[in-house]
């Protein structure tokens, strides 16, 4: 069951992460993910100075607020001039730095350092169950991430022509009374949140890889929205099984072997993708080329 519960787990991230990293994609902010899930840092040790606690609900309520935080102050850089990549640079490290400064001065006595609060180990999450009325229902990760999940999917199913439109043609959509700003901070929202709900069991690594890298690869197979979001999180499910047993066989680390499992496939994809594809583009102008010659 051990394995079952890795591998769901790791499931869940991707469709968690991939559902939402299409529109991260598609608005050109894939590194979004890495600045939250960097930035929340401040968030968690405050809420822990707060409480008194590692509790997770507390820790997650500091780290989205946070991440929402990090969004509004990118956004507000970019609105002054600054480009999106400084922006997103100049937030998150220094965010980032101010929680490695509360961590060394706030909390040395305590079991809180920069790696149980943002590298976890995929592993452990079979031991780290929860239990109701005195019977284990399960790995706490797999409830939090799932009930992520089931918000992200109602939230972008329900508003899922708004979100289409504000990705592909904002302009369009103010101009037909959509509230832009607001499904933006929306969106980042839900990404605040499936990013802190996932990174404290998997990983940071994990975390940010499965945001981007499966959509980026169903980027290159698909002209469609909706079967960028199916493909996207096939490739994030089909990374994270094939991932674990790489990572059994080679005895290495398993969030890394998932996302070089889904680096592979992306190379693949931007190699051979019908449309996108290196080798099909050289051979679509070589078959010009002769024609033309001919």
């Given at each position: 069951m051990n394995d079952f519960w890795i591998i769901l787990t790791a499931a869940l991230v991707a469709c968690s992460c991939s559902l939402l990293g299409c529109f991260l994609v598609l608005r050109k902010?894939?590194?979004?993910?890495d600045a939250i899930s960097h930035s929340v840092l401040p968030g968690i040790v405050i809420a822990f100075l707060l409480s008194g606690s590692r509790d997770s609900l507390f820790m997650m309520l500091g780290a989205s607020a946070l991440g929402l935080i990090t969004v509004f102050l990118i956004q507000l850089f970019q609105q002054s001039g600054v480009q999106s990549d400084a922006s997103i640079g100049v937030v998150f490290t220094a965010l980032f730095s101010v929680g490695v400064v509360l961590v060394s001065i706030y909390t040395r006595q305590v079991d809180l350092d920069l790696d149980c609060v943002l590298y976890g180990e995929i592993i452990r999450v079979p031991w780290d169950t929860l239990t109701f009325g005195g019977v284990d229902i399960g790995p706490k990760a797999v409830w939090a991430l799932g009930l992520v999940l089931l918000l992200s999917a109602a939230v972008i199913g329900l508003f899922y022509k708004q979100f289409k439109l504000c990705s592909f043609d904002p302009a369009l959509a103010a101009a037909v009374g959509i509230p832009v700003v607001l499904?933006?901070?929306v969106l980042m929202g839900l990404v605040s949140v499936t990013t802190v709900a996932s990174f404290e069991s998997v990983g940071a690594?994990?975390?940010v890889g499965m945001l981007v890298?499966?959509?980026?690869t169903a980027y290159l197979l698909t002209e469609r929205l909706g079967s960028m979001i199916g493909c996207s999180m096939a490739v994030g499910i089909v990374s994270a099984v094939a991932g674990y047993y790489a990572s059994m066989l080679l005895d290495a680390s398993i969030a890394g072997c998932m996302i070089s499992i889904a680096g592979v496939l992306f190379v693949l994809a931007l190699l051979f993708s019908p449309t996108h594809g290196v080798l099909w583009?050289?051979?679509?102008q070589r078959r010009s080329l002769s024609g033309k010659t001919a």
């Open positions: 902010m894939a590194m979004i993910g499904f933006h901070y690594i994990l975390v890298v499966p959509a980026a583009r050289k051979l679509r």
